[in-house]
Every structure is written in structure tokens, then in C-alpha cells.
């Protein structure tokens, strides 16, 4: 059997966030196979962990597949803060095949755009995929779901960050399904009575108040805020809000765009410009603007650049929302130049936490192995890229964790998805339930 079978069968996605199944890229013809491990959502420190305490395997996932996909060479993407990381790969590397690249401490640099370029030099063309300029990206973890998988061990767990407000900040390895509550739990619990979760992260995640919603294969982590805090008040307003008040308000400074990660280095993406395009109709409805088709929606331009505190991502995410409706595709200049202050206006991370005001919970999250042991799961049957899984377990039946309760419809885009514990099924629904035996 080979990698790209081996890792289908494990059900291997893009662990980073995108959810991609990751055996299309098995198959793929490549040069270099990118390793991701930039990290750089504030307070989550999941992927650091990964490499510090699973070096060799993510070693290993680079080097199946240079195998697989006939690439000449391993890069790992680190930040050069992270010493103790640096320190665990490159002692994992036995070879010349693969080196290290060390990134500096910026967010967004874990976005493909920006570390393909800063890791080869190569600019992927816009709205185009790594593969475009010859390369294949994964997350560090995502590696190693793939060494496990050569060894047909299926993903039935998920490394995440417990951070914010709660008693024992930690990175831990819980099984996919865990609700909310039990991680948070297992983190000691919230140090504050009320409080919102940040799923995958407070700048490109998703605002929650349901504890019930449970760890997918795309979980980065949770970080916790107090409802209280400026973040939770601004990401919780309804759209039409942060567009109604975006349409009156903005007075064009551009400096949404100026910051703009993708701007600098050279994509036309002009998020001024989309807000300027809210006042094109009365309801601010069907913004296609293409200046928004480009936006990797890492939030710099709502949480950090804007001095009103308006919603240019949000407004970005509207227009591609509508874009990819009215089936209207990137016409825009398709050579990219580096703008030259490229350099200069990077946002620093710790210069980004302190905009968001959270310093207070910039802190270690040590690594716990041991985790949270759930009674219960409810195991999405989408939780990738692609279409959901088919369930092929019926209510009562008993499972073993890694046993397959989720098949790739014939013919589509997909992962499969296997019990994370032993126990029987409860029901079958978007999400199999299983209650531990």
C-alpha cells in the first residue's frame, strides 16, 4: 500500500486549521515538501509543542513524503524564539535532505503566502496553491498524523491549547469529540465566571458560548476570555452591525490596507477599498469587490490596523462570500511584486498581544500527555474540507477507538473519521455519539 492509501485510510487532514485531506497531496509532483510550524496565532503554542515533543515524527512525515511526491528537499518552518524546538528537530534530522528555516517572531507567518516566500523565495500566484509554484505545505502535526499513519494508525486524537482565563493554562492531547467543557476541565476550569471560548485562536477563529461543541481534527485550541473583555464584545456583534457601522464610520485612512500582510508582499488586496463598497447599495448587501479576493482573513486589518476599530476582514469575508456565489473569479494583475516596506511593516507578535490586551494571559502552556478522558464524545462527520464523511455505524453497536465509523462518499472530496474511544454508539446524526463503555 502506498503513502497516498495509507494516509486516506488514516483519515489525515490539514491539522493547522483548513482541514484539506492530506493523501491529494501525497500524490502530488513537487520539489519541496514545507513543513509549517510558525504558529502564529496569539497564545496558542500547540504546534511548538508538537515539534518539541514529537521531533522525529514530524521528521519523519517530511521525509514520506519527499518519498511519495518525488521532492528534492525537507524545509521546516520555526521560529528562531523557539529555541527548544529548533533544538528537538535538528536533532532529529540524521540527513542532508531536509534543513531548518528559521522565521522571525510575526503574525501571520504561518500563512502559505507568506512562508513559501519567505522559506523559498517562490511567490505563489494569486488566488493559486503552493502546488503552483512547486511545493506542498503541511502543518507540523499534520506530519505526524502522517508518520502514524504509515504505521496504519488513524487520527482519533488532536493536540490543542488550553489558554486565556483558566486555572492551568496547557497544551494537551485529547481524543477528537471532547466537548468544550471537558477540555476547559481539564485545564483546571475558568478562572472567571462568564466567559467566551476562541476556537483555533482570536484572530482567525470563531467567537463560542457552547460548551457542548466538541475537538475536531482542525482545533488549534481554545482560548478563553472573560465576556467582559473588548475581544469578546467586538467579534460577538452580528454582521449586519459590524457592516452598518462600517458603512457610516469609515472614512478611507488605509491603513487596513497599508498593514495588510498580503499587500506587502504584493497581492491586491485592498480591504479600504471593500469597506468603501458598503455604501454601494442601502443595504450593503452583494459586495463584489475583488480587492477582497485575495484577503487570507488573518484579521490584522479589524484587530489591529484600524484606528475606529471597524470590520475590514469581516467586510472582506462578506465579498468573498458573495464572489464565490455569483461564481466571479480573480481578474486582477496576476504577477506579484513584494511591496518595497515589506520588511518594515510586519507586525510583531508580542507587539500584536499587546494591542489586543491580552498580556495578562500571554503565558507558558506546558505540555500535559496525559489529558482529559471523556465519558462521552460526538465525533463530526465533517470536520474537512471536501464532503462530510458516511456514517457506517448504527445507534448501539460497540466500537474500539480507531475503528472506522466514517466513509469518503464514492467519488468525492473527503476523510474518514474513526471512534477516538471504546465505547458504544448512542446515536448517528452530523455527529456519531459515543458513550465510553
Not at 485550541?221 to 456583534?237: D, S
Not at 481578474?331 to 507586525?347: I, L, N, S
Not at 464532503?387 to 448501539?396: F, I, T
Amino acid at each position: 500500500m502506498n503513502l497516498e492509501e495509507l494516509v486516506r485510510n488514516a483519515g489525515v487532514v490539514g491539522a493547522g486549521g483548513a482541514g484539506f485531506p492530506a493523501h491529494v497531496k501525497a500524490r502530488a509532483r513537487v520539489e519541496f515538501i514545507l513543513a509549517n510550524g510558525a504558529e502564529c496565532e496569539p497564545l496558542l503554542h500547540k504546534d511548538y509543542e508538537v515539534m518539541v515533543n514529537n521531533a522525529r515524527a514530524v521528521v519523519d512525515g517530511v521525509r514520506l513524503l519527499i518519498n511519495a511526491t518525488g521532492a528534492r528537499e525537507g524545509i521546516i518552518g520555526i521560529k528562531e524564539k523557539n529555541a527548544r524546538a529548533i533544538e528537538a528537530v535538528r536533532d532529529a534530522i540524521d540527513g542532508d535532505d531536509v534543513r531548518l528555516h528559521l522565521l522571525g517572531d510575526f503574525y501571520p507567518s504561518g500563512d502559505e503566502y507568506i512562508l513559501v516566500y519567505e522559506a523559498t523565495g517562490r511567490l505563489i500566484p494569486p488566488q493559486g496553491l503552493p502546488l503552483d509554484v512547486g511545493i506542498v505545505v503541511n502543518n507540523v502535526e499534520t506530519l505526524v498524523n502522517i508518520s502514524a499513519a504509515a504505521a496504519s494508525s488513524p487520527v482519533t486524537r488532536k493536540f490543542i491549547t488550553v489558554a486565556g482565563a483558566v486555572n492551568r493554562p496547557t497544551t494537551m492531547v485529547v481524543p477528537i469529540g471532547t466537548s468544550f467543557r471537558d477540555v476547559i476541565a481539564a485545564a483546571g476550569g475558568a478562572s472567571v465566571a462568564d466567559f467566551a471560548v476562541f476556537v483555533s485562536g482570536i484572530m482567525m477563529g470563531k467567537l463560542e458560548f457552547d460548551l457542548d461543541l466538541p475537538i475536531t481534527k482542525t482545533c488549534a485550541g481554545l482560548v478563553v476570555l472573560p465576556v467582559a473583555h473588548t475581544l469578546v464584545r467586538r467579534k460577538g456583534q452580528p454582521e449586519q452591525t459590524m457592516h452598518r457601522i462600517g458603512k457610516s464610520a469609515c472614512d478611507q485612512c488605509s491603513y487596513c490596507t497599508e498593514l495588510c500582510p498580503r499587500f506587502t508582499l504584493g497581492y491586491d488586496v485592498q480591504p479600504h477599498k471593500v469597506m468603501r463598497s458598503l455604501s454601494f447599495t442601502a443595504t450593503g448587501e452583494n459586495v463584489w469587490n475583488q480587492y477582497a479576493s485575495l484577503c487570507c482573513g488573518c484579521g490584522i486589518c479589524t484587530l489591529y490596523a484600524c484606528p475606529e476599530e471597524l470590520f475590514p476582514k469581516e467586510a472582506c469575508d462578506k465579498a468573498k462570500r458573495d464572489l464565490k456565489a455569483a461564481d466571479i473569479h480573480w481578474t486582477g494583475p496576476k504577477e506579484v511584486t513584494p511591496h518595497p516596506m515589506y520588511e518594515y511593516r510586519r507586525t510583531p507578535l508580542k507587539q500584536l498581544v499587546a494591542k489586543l490586551g491580552i498580556e495578562e494571559y500571554d503565558v507558558h502552556t506546558p505540555f500535559d500527555a496525559t489529558g482529559p478522558s471523556p465519558e462521552r464524545v460526538a465525533i463530526p462527520l465533517a470536520q474537512h474540507i471536501g464532503a462530510p464523511s458516511v456514517a457506517v455505524v448504527r445507534a448501539g453497536e460497540s466500537v474500539r477507538a480507531g475503528q472506522l465509523i466514517g466513509e469518503i462518499p464514492d467519488g468525492q472530496l473527503g476523510a474518514r473519521v474513526h471512534a477516538s474511544i471504546d465505547g458504544r454508539i448512542e446515536s448517528v446524526g452530523e455527529n456519531v455519539v459515543i458513550a465510553r463503555a
